[in-house]
């Protein structure tokens, strides 16, 4: 499983657009990368997954560049509902295993 | 929504005692996961099972801990005996492969006195 690096915590306001990069400098050919979003006293929530380029939803944006060593989870006009643990996740799309790393707080003030 | 089905949400037992935690995955998924979650070691994968079959159970402290899927529409993971420092909170995952996301539940919070 490739290992990710991503911020400890982020801060931000109401309206604003929240990026969250996660670096995987040894992503394999056939990973995938994934985020989950976790509130507080729930289980994590699939949100977003890409191979290359750019995936969007109705969550969230997911960018990836060409040499895909890093990606960029895009929140556009976070609530305060947003706030949230965000993890990052590289592997192999037929590897079932998933292993979540420490994430992203996400906080969301008024 | 379909969603996975975790009983009981809360349990406060006493050390030593058997707890056994229940999920029930999504109708049709094949993939089934346990992890614990705490605050300082986070989310810890236990086990898995494809099919009903166990894939990976090395997660788990072997000598305590038992995770079985009795039939399709059934998970359980069993701690006996408990100790306080199984205190966590103990998710249930289930999907048909990461391309589609997996779907938790809302979680079991044990608490061992």
């Known amino acids: 499983l490739a290992k990710t690096t991503q911020p400890i915590s982020m801060d931000s306001y109401e309206g604003q657009e929240v990026n969250i990069t996660c670096s995987h400098n040894?992503?394999?050919?056939?990973?995938?990368i994934t985020w989950y979003q976790q509130f507080p006293s729930q289980g994590p929530r699939f949100i977003i997954q890409?191979?290359?380029t750019k995936v969007t939803n109705e969550v969230a944006s997911l960018f990836i560049p060409a040499d895909r060593k890093s990606s960029t989870l895009s929140l556009p006009r976070v609530s305060l509902s947003d706030t949230a643990v965000y993890y990052c996740?590289?592997?192999?799309?037929?590897?079932?295993?998933?292993?979540f790393g420490a994430g992203t707080t996400v906080t969301v003030r008024a | 929504d379909a969603r996975v089905t975790q009983t009981p949400r809360h349990k406060v037992t006493e050390m030593g005692q058997e707890v056994t935690m229940r999920c029930q995955p999504i109708?049709?998924?094949?993939?089934v996961f346990w992890y614990r979650q705490t605050m300082m070691q986070g989310l810890e994968l236990l086990a898995y099972?494809?099919?009903?079959?166990?894939?990976?159970d090395s997660g788990m402290p072997k000598d305590r801990f038992s995770a079985e899927m009795p039939d399709a529409t059934l998970a359980t993971l069993k701690i006996q005996p408990s100790e306080p420092r199984d205190s966590a909170v103990y998710f249930c995952?289930?999907?048909?492969?990461?391309?589609?996301?997996?779907?938790f539940g809302s979680g079991t919070r044990l608490t061992v006195v």
């Open positions: 996740l590289v592997g192999v799309i037929n590897d079932y295993k998933l292993s």
């Open positions: 890409g191979y290359k």
């Open positions: 995952a289930s999907g048909l492969g990461q391309l589609y996301g997996y779907t």
């Open positions: 040894n992503i394999a050919t056939n990973d995938y």
């Open positions: 099972f494809r099919n009903r079959a166990p894939l990976d």
């Open positions: 109708l049709g998924h094949n993939t």
